[in-house]
């Protein structure tokens, strides 16, 4: 196929429709409204349906019904909205049903503002909802790897019977960039067929119900034990990061991801250029968290800068991995405020001169 | 000739079918079920006119009608 | 020979259900179940449970089964019936689940047109969780959260959904129904039979309310409860068929200049 220039929102959109997904329920909010709007248009071209739900609680739930129903559906929304669809994806994740979420990020809290922002990583990868369960979090920093993660992303969900969210901010929304959609891609994952799926019954088998209630304790217990051996499943498994910059002989490691890892990316081949050697481990999926190899690329360097659109949330999961093994710097932007290479530039000079401060966490 | 059958274990003793039947032979029995209740008993089998209230008011599926030979129906259910 | 002539119908679950003694949910799921079975439907049709005392049933009837969250089982029956148009999609849900927590999902489901049926149980109190206040419990009726009685200058007068939803301008059958003596429920169900033959058809969206006795959390016992119901409830809940899809739908008013 043919490299195509593309929208972020309408890439997402057109992965989906590529990897089979033709339902779509959704509300609008700043700044994901492409989502919708071109899914609005091209799901009726491939005979699917799309629904704009009267509010995100109600397109939560609109997936839930039809991912019970067997078929592969998407939603997207942005922080607030997710924070709607809390209730229906812990629902969701309790009845083992697969639905892919795209969450394009914006500054908070609450109304906040319509410009991007990273400062969801908690409510993904930790809080998303109450009870004990997890969603898979993929986050991509191009276009291309947004499309390519959103089809992943349909294979893990049925694979893992559980919600997959894809973690883009505003820049990914807007962004134009070059797409090319594989006509012989390969499934993430050996899927099997929906057999727990309420596709009515004729007495051939016994009733599907998709529940996520059981009263019983003991019930219960057993019913967790089996979700969180998925989750465990995934931590084995799914992990998936990229490295960046110098292989060796590096002083900092920079840890970010998504689109802020794209300007650190610069911000490293603007030090090279100057010889100074910095590497970037860039995780993919946040849930599972790539700890074992942020803490092996940690181990060859000094010290290690996170930079994040937020006041500190991944940071955490890298002080997790490094167990204070090395001095932990920080640099951020909130509000919809963007980081820029110069500014990732001046702070690891300043860190190499020993005039940034080291943060501590825990 | 219809015949009203109630199922003891599941008759629930909510009395409804007592004061559906209009011939008024249902009545409450002095034995408790498994469950605790006491259940409803036909007092006079003779003069069930095979309606269906009794079995159609029931909310616990408690009460079937067997009939032999002719059934009159009375309203279309 | 002896002919079983009423029996339990084969979409109903040979079990013994948790409902109170007296309360009509046993009723109203045989009905369902019934219409269901007649209209030969079964091995298509996924109902919906929802959150309130009839929250487990979907061990009660032969049927795949989804379990929605509170108020949210309209949403969950667009998302069904979207994905799978053939399947013959119902919400079973009360009134708090419908008319408080769920009144934007029911609205906007009516309002959309999603080609589902709606079994709505107005009971006017909230039985699962202990006897509170309903938007449909009548004024001066006692419940946990209104123990003086409901007043209508603090907590408004109740909703009539069947009224509510019929004023929408999208075609639909909306009808309310009542199920505290036999003879009425042989009405109920020719209501619920015009309703899922409406989704059979493929015509509209469908509701049918029906009024129900809870002699629990009414405090009196099933017997009576049928007759506080005739007495109460049905003066301001009249019985009827609010809207079809061959009568003209309410049209709005003109524009004045």
């Known amino acids: ?67 019970g129903a067997g078929e592969r559906v998407m939603t997207s929304s942005s922080s607030p909205g997710v924070s709607l669809m809390a209730e229906g ?122 529940n996520s209630l059981f009263l019983d304790p003991n019930e219960l217990e057993q019913h967790n034990y089996k979700l969180t051996e998925k989750f465990d499943t995934m931590v084995r498994d799914e992990k998936r990061y990229e490295t960046y910059g110098a292989e060796e002989d590096y002083d900092v490691l920079i840890v970010a991801y998504g689109t802020v890892a794209r300007v650190c990316s610069t911000a490293i081949d603007e030090l090279s250029e100057e010889g100074i050697a ?85 | 000739m219809s015949r009203i059958v109630i199922s003891p274990d599941r008759c629930k003793g909510c009395e409804l079918c007592v004061h559906a039947c209009p011939q008024q032979i249902l009545g409450m029995g002095k034995t408790i079920n498994n469950k605790g209740y006491i259940y409803a008993e036909v007092v006079e089998q003779m003069r069930c006119i095979g309606c269906r209230l009794c079995c159609i008011t029931c909310p616990d599926m408690a009460i079937e009608m067997e009939v032999n030979g002719t059934m009159y129906h009375y309203f279309s259910y | 020979m002896a002919e079983t002539v009423f029996a339990r119908p084969l979409a109903q679950a040979d079990v013994s259900t948790h409902y109170c003694p007296g309360c009509t949910h046993g009723l109203i799921h045989r009905l369902v179940a019934e219409v269901i079975d007649e209209l030969g439907v079964r091995e298509r049709t996924v109902g919906i449970a929802p959150v309130g005392c009839a929250v487990l049933a979907y061990n009660y009837f032969n049927t795949d089964f989804h379990e929605a969250s509170h108020g949210r089982a309209p949403a969950v029956a667009t998302g069904i019936k979207r994905a799978r148009p053939d399947l013959i999609v119902f919400s079973y849900q009360g009134d708090g689940d419908l008319a408080s927590i769920g009144m934007a999902e029911i609205v906007h489901c009516a309002n959309r047109g999603e080609k589902v049926t709606v079994v709505f149980v107005n009971n006017a109190i909230y039985g699962m969780t ?128």
């Open chain 1, 278 to 362: 910095v590497a970037m481990v860039r995780p993919i999926t946040l849930f599972p968290y790539p700890y074992e190899a942020v803490r092996e690329a940690a181990l060859k360097a000094n010290s290690v800068l996170v930079v994040e659109l937020s006041a500190g949330q991944m940071i955490e999961d890298v002080a997790l991995a490094l167990a204070r093994s090395r001095p932990i710097h920080f640099l951020n932007r909130m509000g919809g405020m963007l980081v820029s290479p110069d500014e990732v530039v001046a702070k690891i000079k300043a860190i190499l001169k020993g005039s940034s401060e080291e943060v501590h966490i825990g």
């Open chain 3, 130 to 257: 202990g006897g509170q206040m309903a938007p449909t419990t009548m004024p001066g009726q006692v419940a946990t959260t209104c123990q003086l009685g409901r007043d209508v200058d603090l907590a408004g007068h109740p909703i009539r959904i069947a009224e509510l939803i019929s004023t929408l301008r999208t075609t639909a059958f909306v009808a309310r129904a009542t199920v505290h003596n036999p003879l009425v429920a042989v009405h109920a169900k020719e209501m619920l039979r015009r309703a899922f033959t409406c989704q059979v058809e493929g015509r509209c969206f469908s509701l049918v309310e029906i009024l129900s006795t809870c002699p629990t959390n009414w405090g009196i016992p099933p017997a009576e409860s049928t007759s506080w119901l005739e007495k109460n409830m049905l003066p301001y809940y009249p019985v009827g068929v609010f809207k079809t899809p061959d009568g003209g739908s309410r049209e709005p008013l003109p524009l004045t200049d």
């Open chain 1, 1 to 67: 196929m043919t490299k195509k220039l593309m929208k972020g929102s309408e890439a997402i959109g057109e992965a989906a429709v590529q990897a089979g997904c033709k339902l779509f329920f959704g509300y609008p909010i700043t700044p994901q409204n492409e989502i919708p709007e071109y899914m609005s248009m091209r799901l009726p071209q491939i005979g699917g349906a799309f629904v704009q739900a009267e509010s995100e609680v109600a397109a939560s739930h609109m997936i839930y019904g039809a991912a």
């Open chain 1, 89 to 210: 994806i812990s629902y969701l994740a309790g009845s083992e049903l697969p639905v892919v979420i795209v969450n394009i990020m914006r500054a908070g809290p609450g109304l906040g503002g319509i410009l991007p922002s990273q400062a969801d990583y908690f409510q993904a990868t930790k809080g998303l909802a109450h009870g004990d369960f997890r969603v898979l979090v993929l986050a991509p920093w191009s276009i291309q790897e947004a499309a390519d993660l959103v089809q992943d992303a349909f294979d893990l969900a049925d694979y893992y019977r559980n919600p997959v969210m894809v973690l883009g901010d505003g820049l990914i929304g807007q962004m134009m960039e070059p797409v090319e959609f594989s006509e012989d891609r390969e499934p993430a994952k050996e899927l099997a067929p929906k057999i727990w799926a309420t596709t009515g019954c004729d007495g051939s088998r016994p009733t599907n119900v998709i």
